[in-house]
Structures are given as structure tokens and as C-alpha cells.
């Protein structure tokens, strides 16, 4: 079983609609990173979260620490947010382990 | 913005020659790392660096690896005996903080191709 489990895999939607992307883990951790890869295949990080919440622009992230569970949202999403979304959990010592990521595909 | 660079963008190599990948973290970040991905597959640790030494490394991190950091800027991954299986997109991350302080900022990657 993977430590760090993201759904969905793929994820098609329509510009302007409410994307919810989520990220499961299996072990206790000090933080958690919503990363954004393009095709190009360079990675971008979005979030580092510990707890709580966190906003930046049109994008949300919210961490449940006693469900081990994470969310990145996207509101009113639009074709440049085309990307993969990977979840990323920082454990103990200094490695992040990643999930799979979700291939997020915003049609016009 | 100060941002991770690394060099080559593309490297095709022999199986069974030696390469350098090159990365300039950003200027005054501590914490040193390295992942890979191979094609298709989620994105790996390979291991972390500070103070001029290993703090951290995984099982793929094996006796074909080293790091280095030269000369206060470069930040190097050398694979000694490239293997068919080594071709990957090798990303390099720098950080300011210790422990889980601090975000892991990227370089854009080296596309590793082993023939």
C-alpha cells in the first residue's frame, strides 16, 4: 500500500467549475506540500501545510491531521491550470515521499 | 525571484558512462536534495544534504551515487556507471530551513536518457 494515495487519478472538468482534489496518507507527518508539475515537466511548489488552511489566489488547501487527509481546491478553474497535482508528506528526517499525482485537465 | 537552476536540460548518455548533473541552489538556502522520476512513474527521493554532507538517503541511492557541493554554489549528482534503468528526470530542491520549516523549491530538471 502506498503512503501517500491521491484522488482521482485523472480529472476532466469544464473552465470556471469547482475542483477538489484529495490526498490520503498513511503515516503520521510534520507537513504536507501541494506541488503543480506542467508537461514540461518542471514542479512548482503551492502549499506547505502543518495544519489548518492556506489560500493563495483561486487555490485552497486544507489539511485534517487526526484523519490524515488533505485537500487542494481550485475555484473557477481554468485551461492554464492544466497540470498534474502532486501530494507530497514529510515524515520523519529530512525525505518527502509523493503521491502518484492527478492529471487535472480544464476544457474551455 | 531567485529560482533553482540546473544543467544540462537533456543529457543522453552510454550505458556504463559516468554523468554530472549540475544544479545552483538558490543562494542562501542550507538544505540540499535530490529526486528522480522515471517516465510515467511518481516522483522518488534520492537524498538530502547539508552541511557539507549526507544527512539522509534512500535505497535507490546506492554506491553508483555521490553528491557534492564544490565550491559554495554547484550542488552535483554524479552517477558513476549509468544503467538503462537510471534514465529518468532528476529534479534538484534547495531549502532555507531545518527540519519541516521552510518550503523545497525546485529546479526545472535534468532529462536523463541512458542508451
Given amino acids: 500500500k502506498n503512503e501517500v ?13 469547482f475542483i477538489t482534489i484529495n490526498c490520503s496518507y ?19 511548489s503551492l502549499f506547505m501545510l502543518s495544519s489548518g488552511k492556506k489560500k493563495h489566489g483561486r ?42 499525482g492527478t492529471q487535472l485537465t480544464v476544457n474551455p | 525571484e531567485p529560482e533553482v ?21 538558490i543562494s542562501n538556502h542550507l538544505y540540499f536534495y535530490w529526486y528522480r522520476q522515471i517516465l510515467g512513474q ?15 538517503k534512500s535505497e535507490i541511492f546506492d554506491d553508483q551515487f555521490s553528491v557534492e557541493r564544490p565550491d559554495g554554489s554547484n550542488f552535483t549528482l554524479k552517477i558513476r556507471s549509468t544503467k538503462l534503468e537510471d534514465s529518468a528526470m532528476y529534479f534538484c530542491a534547495s531549502k532555507i530551513l531545518a527540519g519541516s ?8 530538471g535534468t532529462r536523463l536518457t541512458v542508451t
Fill in chain 1, 5 to 17: 494515495e491521491q484522488s482521482p487519478q485523472n480529472l476532466t472538468a469544464q473552465e470556471g467549475e
Fill in chain 1, 26 to 44: 498513511s503515516v503520521g507527518i510534520s507537513a504536507l506540500h501541494w506541488l503543480q508539475q506542467h508537461p514540461g515537466g518542471g514542479i512548482v
Fill in chain 1, 59 to 100: 487555490l485552497i488547501a486544507t489539511i485534517n491531521i487526526q484523519e490524515k487527509h488533505s485537500s487542494l481546491h481550485i475555484t473557477a478553474s481554468h485551461p492554464r491550470d492544466s497540470a498534474v497535482y502532486i501530494c507530497a508528506v514529510k515524515a520523519s528526517g529530512s525525505r518527502l515521499t509523493f503521491g502518484e
Fill in chain 2, 5 to 25: 537552476t540546473q544543467t544540462p536540460s537533456h543529457q543522453v548518455t552510454q550505458m556504463g558512462q559516468e554523468v554530472i548533473l549540475r544544479c545552483v541552489p
Fill in chain 2, 42 to 56: 511518481k516522483v522518488e527521493f534520492l537524498v538530502s544534504f547539508y552541511n557539507n554532507e549526507i544527512s539522509e
Fill in chain 2, 101 to 108: 520549516g521552510g518550503e523545497q523549491y525546485f529546479g526545472p
